[in-house]
Nanobody
Framework: QVQLVESGGGLVQAGGSLRLSCAAS????????LGWFRQAPGKEREVVATISWNGDNTIYTDSVKGRFTISRDNAKNTVYLQMNSLKPEDTAVYYCAAANNPFGTSRREAYDYWGQGTQVTVAS
């Protein structure tokens, strides 16, 4: 029932920044936990960051702590991922996902709805 659409990916030089956006096109996300996941070539899909319904509970994977920030605007039905100090190893397809609970979780299996992904490429 939830349709998610990511945008904001692209090619950036190492050390640069990008902001990803994910908008729900079919229903509100106000009661959902939201997350960003990524899948690099030859790698499994991994969690990047998650956020609870009110934004008070955020979780980041160790490799992006201090560089990435997840936020949400429930009035706009949108979640963001601000990515700073990008590294070549951040190169991946980034996916937005929604979990049907308000509390926040990094467990991939809790996420029921997924966007189509947006490519982020960081050049050295």
């Amino acid at each position: 029932q939830v349709q998610l659409v990511e945008s904001g990916g692209g090619l950036v030089q190492a050390g640069g920044s990008l902001r990803l956006s994910c908008a729900a096109s079919t229903r509100t996300l106000s009661s959902y936990s939201l997350g960003w996941f990524r899948q690099a070539p030859g790698k499994e899909r991994e969690v990047v960051a998650t956020i609870s319904w009110n934004g008070d509970n955020t979780i980041y994977t160790d490799s992006v702590k201090g560089r990435f920030t997840i936020s949400r605007d429930n009035a706009k039905n949108t979640v963001y991922l601000q990515m700073n100090s990008l590294k070549p190893e951040d190169t991946a397809v980034y996916y937005c996902a929604a979990a049907n609970n308000p509390f926040g979780t990094s467990r991939r299996e809790a996420y029921d709805y997924w966007g189509q992904g947006t490519q982020v490429t960081v050049a050295s």
